[in-house]
């Protein structure tokens, strides 16, 4: 079956798992399973751009990563300093725009630097927009949502009543990007784990038992075709129905 070229899901996101169990499985440390994430990263990021893929979203590290071991989350962090500082000038000649969602000024300040830096030099990009998540989850994005709103409130800028859907949207992190249209998850795993939360509202899910590492372009092809199959209805009903 072939990719209807005319139905590209303009924001796709993708809970990455399975860097661990790939790692396992090939009896190698954890550390290069995340190493041949960061490969899928890249194989993914330029198979959606050329699709036609407007936004791509990546859930790189949760606030609950925080509590792997600390020599883990010590490589996470050299792994994505290097991965910036290998991949800056790519992007930029990809013609990438980087953005990031989540409090990732808690990473060393080095880190945030370069994540600055990178963010500012793509900016001007008008191609794919990537978005990394991290230090993110969704219930922290909904409460500093809600405590932009409070601050709103207190400074007199708005009213309680003021409050509603696209308030609440335009304080979200993710305010310059649409919902996205498919969400993919790697690894076998059926659930959400705190990502996205009020933006998956109307998302389609597809689910693969691939592992990260293992992903490419065409898993990305078939999770594409596999929505488009379906019937999209933002609550409502089918379109035969009245």
Same mark, same amino acid.
């Given at each position: ?26 009896? #190698? ?10 490969k ?5 990021l330029?198979?959606?751009?050329k ?32 991965? #910036? ?30 994540i ?14 990537l ?44 305010n ?12 076998g ?7 996205? #939360? ?7 899910f597809?689910f ?35």
């Amino acid at each position: 079956m072939q990719i209807d070229e005319k139905n590209i899901p303009k924001h796709i996101a993708i809970i990455m798992d399975g860097n661990g169990r790939w790692a396992k499985k090939h009896l #190698l440390p954890r550390a290069l399973g995340h190493r041949e994430g960061v490969k899928a990263v890249e194989r993914t990021l330029e198979a959606a751009g050329k699709l036609g893929v407007r936004y791509l979203t990546l859930y790189a590290f949760s606030t609950e990563n925080w509590g792997r071991p600390q020599e883990e989350v010590k490589a996470l962090m050299e792994l994505l300093a290097r991965a #910036l500082e290998k991949y800056e000038a790519k992007l930029k000649r990809n013609n990438v725009s980087l953005r990031v969602i989540g409090d990732y000024r808690q990473f060393p300040e080095s880190l945030v630097n370069k994540i600055d830096d990178v963010i500012e030099s793509t900016s001007t990009n008008t191609g794919i927009t990537l978005i990394i998540a991290l230090n993110y989850s969704g219930r922290w994005e909904i409460t500093h949502a809600m405590q932009r709103i409070g601050q709103q409130i207190m400074e007199e800028k708005i009213q309680v009543n003021d409050i509603n859907s696209e308030l609440i949207e335009k304080s979200l992190t993710t305010n310059f990007a649409p919902d996205p249209d498919l969400i993919i998850r790697t690894s076998g795993e059926h659930r959400v784990s705190n990502f996205l #939360l009020w933006q998956c509202a109307y998302s389609e899910f597809y689910f693969t038992p691939k592992l990260w590492p293992e992903f490419d372009e065409k898993s990305l092809k078939m999770a594409i075709i596999d929505y488009q199959q379906r019937e999209r209805r933002f609550g409502g009903l089918k379109t035969n129905n009245k």
